[in-house]
Nanobody
Framework: QVQLVESGGGLVQAGDSLRLSCAAS????????MGWFRQAPGKEREFVAS????????DYADSVKGRFSLSRDNAKNTVYLQMNSLKPEDTAVYYC????????????????WGRGTQVTVSS
């Protein structure tokens, strides 16, 4: 069992930056491909970004390419989502997700979900 705990959300203005963190429990973090999804009010959950368990592959949704970047620290069991040039349309609850030994989690099939952290971007 892996538990994922997100942090770093908040209220910012358009153009600002935020860094989300996702801390994972367990001793097998390095075997999990990690990523983020988001869900805005009235919308379905959508893929944001994914970083493979080997860090050799990263996926990004077109809407965040060039603005968001992922990194992971296996020693700290943590994955980070750096979000720059935030826009009001980035407002959503951001969920951390994990799937063991996956190439990517862009398809939405994951093993574990976090509970989410709210990101609100004002115009």
């Amino acid at each position: 069992q892996v538990q994922l705990v997100e942090s770093g959300g908040g209220l910012v203005q358009a153009g600002d930056s935020l860094r989300l963190s996702c801390a994972a429990s367990g001793r097998t973090f390095s075997t999990y491909t990690m990523g983020w999804f988001r869900q805005a009010p009235g919308k379905e959950r959508e893929f944001v970004a994914s970083i493979s368990w080997s860090s050799g592959w990263q996926d990004y949704a077109d809407s965040v390419k060039g603005r968001f970047s992922l990194s992971r620290d296996n020693a700290k069991n943590t994955v980070y989502l750096q979000m720059n040039s935030l826009k009001p349309e980035d407002t959503a609850v951001y969920y951390c997700a994990a799937k063991q030994y996956a190439h990517t989690i862009a398809g939405g099939t994951v093993d574990y979900w976090g509970r989410g952290t709210q990101v609100t971007v004002s115009s």
